[in-house]
């Protein structure tokens, strides 16, 4: 087993303005609806009678209506000539498949993935197949009308498990004429629940009927990136802030349906990231039960158990691995594959490890529930021709990307969008996370003209501390560096030695670690920083060293998971940066530090009590206290509005990418100047 290359993240810049276009949904209609006669009954069956208390009829080639006061002309809308040119006829029903390949293809739940419509996630201005986004609906409260929600939508849950409706029937999906010819297995199939499969439960009728019922769209319905820390991103976010990133989903819509809800003050759970994540994983536990209760020996119709990673080339119908792993690496478990060898088809198999994915207490429930699962460590779920088997496939592999996290380095932004892969003119930059431990605020960033790489902390799930403090985490990510450029898609600009030139830079604590990583770097032979970009990283304030403690517990409530795990890590970083020696350029290295520009915040953080804080101690000096260090330090340094927690508030990000970019072209073209 090998991982997978790590998913492409695309870029996240914010739209500068919350209006966006959005292109008009489409409605086909069934040809026979569009006759002129199935049009004219429409029409006339909406006008009634006239004073006479004859019917009104409508006579299409003299496009009038008879009247009790004679014939009078019609509207162009109630013309069928002119409502049949406006409405998009359907498209025929495929015909029979024919082909292996058609086959293997029109059964493939990933290219399915892809022939969902277009759909923009509005936060980030990215445009991407449906399956990749979350949809979010407004929804009104069922008690308190008045009261308005925006909650997940049903594109991804719909479906996973078979829904059977009356008329022709078959669990191919392909139809029977006589519904009593169906095997006995499933003329009863259960009623799922959300806690529980009752197995015991009947279904009234021949037909099947299952009490799951696909639920309606909402009419109000935008979409984000399936992402968590995207989600939790907004859930974290409070006040004006706050309401402008969650508005900027819906605030592109027209039409009279948005006019009945007020959206600003549509409420969004603090734990929607964990809520939809809690979602999936009690859809995907339910449908494997209700699977495994129809996969028995000898055939083994969904589920089949092997006995090691050798025997499931030998499974017929594989389509991917479910795994109880004993061990959680979220890195390495967000993207594995099997390559199957001398495969003619399904030559890479996706493996999903559920101890991770599905979190304890849903891995309890399920081998609890499930005897193929309490006794074997490894399943291959098949790939049965149904709709219901390609959408649990789906969701299996978009609970994958929703949770997962991304290669470190991870790509933010490629130099041109238009040939992601190609190599650049410009230097690249790796950008170090902040004090919180995540690149969140890197993504928001608009095109900065160069390769963006985004480096976060790796403990910042499990909370191991870095007993190395700031030189350990150096090291470390220098490792993290180089193994990016050695990457063979690396687009490296060398430089007259035949290494590789570099831009470093961060937010905060960013800007001290691309210090420290540039100091290690010095003496490399095939990598050269050539300059430094500090987003606000104030001069370390140096309070006596005092043992690392964790936020307390009331500090803690009301917090969302990734909150709490922010404040955890953030309490670690200020440890370590009271304790950091700073590094020093001496001997034969002296006066070959690279250059380094500063961005700027202008505003001291609000206090109550009117104090500065010990970040804006040095905020009246313009070098942000540098000159203890080193004497005229910065290169440039250019201001932008906002404190030093907010400068990457949507509302500021076209300043703050202006001033990043700016730097960065400085440092670049100062660099050629000079060599």
Same mark, same amino acid.
């Given at each position: ?136 609906? @407004? !929804? ?11 909650? #997940?939508?049903?594109?991804? +849950?719909? *479906? %996973? ?122 859809? @995907? !536990? ?11 020996? #000898?055939?083994?119709?969904? +589920?089949? *158990? %092997? ?143 160069? *390769? %963006? ?143 380094? *520009? ?78």
């Amino acid at each position: 087993m090998k991982r997978c290359t790590a998913v492409f993240a695309g870029r996240l810049p914010i739209a500068r303005s919350g209006i966006q276009t959005r292109s008009r949904r489409c409605i086909s209609y069934a040809k026979p609806t569009l006759t002129q006669e199935a049009l004219l009954e429409q029409i006339e069956s909406q006008l009634g009678d006239d004073l006479d208390g004859k019917p009104m009829r409508i006579d299409p080639d003299a496009k009038t209506v008879n009247t009790a006061a004679g014939s009078l002309p019609i509207s162009p809308i109630m013309d069928p000539a002119w409502i049949k040119s406006k409405r998009r006829p359907r498209k025929n029903d495929p015909g029979k498949i024919s082909g292996q390949f058609r086959k293997k293809l029109s059964n493939n739940p990933f290219a399915e993935a892809l022939m969902t419509p277009i759909r923009r996630c509005m936060n980030t201005d990215t445009l991407l197949p449906r399956y990749f986004l979350q949809d979010m609906e @407004v !929804v009104s409260h069922p008690d308190r009308p008045e009261e308005h929600w925006i909650t #997940p939508g049903p594109f991804s +849950l719909d *479906s %996973v498990i078979p829904v059977y409706t009356s008329g022709p029937w078959s669990p191919t999906g392909q139809a029977h004429t006589n519904p009593k010819n169906r095997p006995e297995s499933y003329a009863n199939p259960p009623t799922i629940s959300s806690d529980a499969i009752n197995t015991d439960s009947k279904a009234d009728g021949l037909d099947g009927s299952l009490q799951v019922e696909r639920r309606r769209q909402s009419p109000v319905t935008n979409y984000c990136l399936s992402r968590l820390s995207l989600v939790e991103a907004l859930s974290e976010k409070a006040g004006k802030s706050a309401r402008s990133s969650r508005y900027r989903m819906f605030g592109s819509r027209s039409g009279m349906v948005t006019s009945t809800y007020n959206i600003h003050d549509a409420i969004w759970r603090p734990d929607m990231g964990e809520m939809i994540l809690r979602q999936q994983r009690r859809a @995907v !536990v339910d449908a494997l039960i209700y699977r495994a209760t129809r996969s028995k020996d #000898p055939d083994f119709r969904f +589920l089949q *158990s %092997v006995n090691n990673w050798d025997e499931v080339k030998n499974i017929e119908k594989r389509g991917s691995v479910l795994w109880f792993a004993d061990r959680v690496d979220p890195v390495a478990d967000s993207f594995a594959t099997l390559d199957i060898q001398h495969a003619k088809w399904w030559k890479k198999m996706p493996v999903h490890n559920l101890t991770w994915l599905l979190g304890g207490d849903e891995v309890h429930r399920l081998r609890e529930s499930s005897e193929i699962f309490r006794n074997n460590d490894i399943v291959v779920l098949k790939l049965w021709r149904s709709e219901s088997m390609r959408k649990l496939h789906l969701l299996l592999w978009r609970m994958q990307v929703f949770v997962s996290m991304e290669k470190n380095p991870e790509i933010i932004q490629p130099e041109e969008w238009a040939q992601p892969t190609a190599g650049g003119r410009a230097v690249p930059v790796f950008l170090i996370h902040d004090g919180g431990g995540t690149t969140f605020a890197y993504h928001c960033l608009e095109p900065l003209g160069r *390769s %963006v790489y985004g480096i976060h902390n790796p403990n910042f799930h499990n909370q191991e501390i870095f007993e190395g403090g700031i030189p350990e985490m150096g090291r470390l990510y220098t490792k993290f560096i180089k193994e990016a450029i050695a990457e063979p898609d690396f687009p490296a600009r060398h430089n007259q030695d035949g290494g590789v030139d570099i831009l470093l830079g961060g937010w905060s604590m960013g800007g001290l670690l691309s210090l420290e990583i540039a100091r290690l770097l010095a003496e490399d032979l095939t990598v050269r920083v050539i300059g430094i970009v500090m987003c606000d990283s104030v001069y370390p304030f140096q309070d006596p060293p005092k043992p690392a403690q964790a936020p307390a517990a009331s500090a803690e409530e009301g917090k969302t998971k990734n909150q709490i795990l922010s404040m955890r890590a953030m309490t670690a970083a200020r440890q370590m940066i009271t304790t950091w020696a700073l590094p020093v350029w001496d001997g034969h290295l002296y006066g070959r530090r690279p250059k380094i *520009s500063l961005v700027r915040a202008t505003e001291v953080i609000p206090n109550e009590d009117g104090a500065n804080t010990s970040i804006d101690v040095y905020r009246s000096q313009r070098n942000l206290g540098w000159d203890r260090y080193e004497e005229n330090m910065f290169t440039e340094i250019v201001d932008v509005e906002g404190h030093h927690f907010n400068m990457f508030d949507f509302e500021y990000i076209p300043d703050v990418t202006e001033a990043v970019k700016q730097c960065l072209d400085s440092l670049d073209s100062v660099w050629v100047a000079s060599s």
